[in-house]
């Protein structure tokens, strides 16, 4: 089955793991380096489908896969997608995310950035301004730094001032649902500043 969205095709695959069964949606060069793009809060929306988009046109090419971790559902407002967060089944959601490497290992990637593992670098971006407390505000944001010190794995921990949650959404959708929330729209140039970290350290650890 094909779903189509904007100017590339964004397969929809099944995928398993013994008996259990979801949709995942890739998008990128078959044999390229191969990424599992996790949902947000939402689910499997518009601005998740287009961040897969844009890492597989990073150069030199990955491949991107999305999970979906909530079967279908995506939150149209804030309470549904609580809702459905507070409601994730987060160990299978776990079964899901490494079923979704194996897939990519099985089907042309033979590198990827896999967070289970204790040694796998980590990159992360958080807005100055996030105010989702505990999770990813400024405070959370440098409780990891401080762990991924302390652990040794190669990382960055980069925080963007004046800037507040998602401040990579930038589809004309996501924006305006961040205005709804309450959340300044401006800084275009903090979201290409982390595209370019993003590109640079995936290109630095999944590239030949």
Do not use: C
Not at 49 to 56: E, F, G, R, T, V
Request: glycine share 8%; aromatic share 10%.
């Amino acid at each position: 089955m094909e779903k189509y969205f904007p100017l590339l095709i964004l397969r929809m695959v099944g995928t398993w793991l013994i008996d259990q069964t979801f949709d995942a949606y890739v998008v990128g060069k078959e044999d390229a380096p191969g990424i599992v793009v996790l949902q947000e809060w939402w689910g499997v929306d518009f601005e998740i489908k287009n961040h897969a988009i844009k890492i597989s046109q990073l150069d030199p090419g990955f491949k991107a896969l999305i999970p979906d971790l909530y079967r279908g559902k995506v939150g149209l407002d804030v309470a549904e997608a609580q809702h459905l967060m507070d409601n994730l089944d987060w160990q299978g959601a776990v079964k899901d995310i490494r079923a979704s490497v194996n897939w990519l290992k099985a089907n042309g990637s033979k590198k990827l950035a896999d967070p289970a593992q204790a040694k796998a670098p980590v990159q992360a971006h958080f807005g100055e301004l996030d105010n989702f407390v505990g999770f990813s505000d400024v405070t959370a944001a440098k409780a990891l730094e401080e762990k991924l010190k302390a652990s040794g794995v190669p990382h960055e921990v980069h925080i963007y001032p004046g800037n507040a949650h998602a401040f990579m959404n930038r589809s004309p959708d996501g924006i305006q649902r961040r205005k709804g929330m309450g959340l300044p729209d401006e800084d275009e140039a903090a979201v290409e500043l982390a595209w370019s970290r993003f590109k640079s350290w995936m290109t630095s650890h999944l590239s030949a």
